[in-house]
């Protein structure tokens, strides 16, 4: 059966209802469906509320991401946002620091304002990253440090260290 997805302001809403400090997951532009669902299983392990996803241009729940989320997808809602940027402005509105992914930002993501608080995190494309206008919607840019030989980590990996960072600056 085809996959039913959660609307962004619900998600929000039962996020905040359940939560004093949420987490969730945007992803903007991930097309690989292995990405898609290796950040579900990783929102899974640490805590998030949900993941939202783009109408357009973005990989959705296929086989292949339900797979790679493990199980984790029939725990974990994921909302299709038909309009991602009105999606994080909304979020902004009801209180969540919306963080945005950004490899060559100055702060660590350890570090980002309002990490106690509830959180949007958006994370970029496999091959470009976040989107100009997705970076002028987030109140935060923050970055993981690695090693400087490395250009930069798979979208996935970026979103469960980022996760597992927030988690263990909640602690």
Known sequence: ????????????????????????????SITDPRNLGAIIRSAA??????????ERRSAHMTAA?????AGAA?????????????VLREYADAGFMVVGLAGESETDIADTPG??????L????EGDGL??????????????????HVESLNASVAASVALYEISRARA
């Open 45 to 54: 392990a640490f805590g998030a509320s949900g993941v939202i996803v783009p």
């Open 122 to 125: 958006v994370v970029g494309s």
């Open 131 to 148: 989107a100009q206008l997705v970076r002028k919607n987030c109140d935060v840019l923050a970055s993981i440090p690695i090693a400087s």
């Open 115 to 120: 990490i106690g608080g509830p959180i949007l």
């Open 1 to 28: 059966p085809a996959y039913e997805y959660a609307h962004p302001g619900d998600l929000m809403a039962d996020a905040l209802a359940h939560h004093d400090a949420p987490v969730v997951v945007a992803c903007d």
């Open 65 to 69: 991401a339900w797979k790679t989320s």
């Open 74 to 86: 029939a725990r974990m809602p994921v909302a299709l946002a038909t309009n991602l940027n009105r």
